[in-house]
């Protein structure tokens, strides 16, 4: 797919790591499946991964990390 930030790049499958945070709390979760531009890096996570990823972050909170650092395992 063309990347719709920098508008000149396409996307390849790719691993990203993904930072999140909400409050207190900072998620990091490496190797996160995603289709990433050659041109920028911007990434892209399918509906699927966004849901674990977002799973993940979920369970980091709940248990009151500050932070947590994850390896992603599908």
Do not use: W
């Amino acid at each position: 797919m063309k990347c719709v930030l920098c508008k000149h790049g396409d996307t390849k499958p790719g691993n990203v790591t993904v930072t999140l945070q909400r409050a207190a709390t900072t998620v990091i979760i490496k190797e996160v499946p995603a289709e990433v531009c050659v041109n920028c890096g911007e990434y892209y996570l399918s509906e699927k991964i966004t849901g674990e990823v977002m799973n993940l972050a979920e369970e980091a909170v709940n248990k009151g990390a500050e932070v947590e650092i994850l390896r992603f395992a599908a």
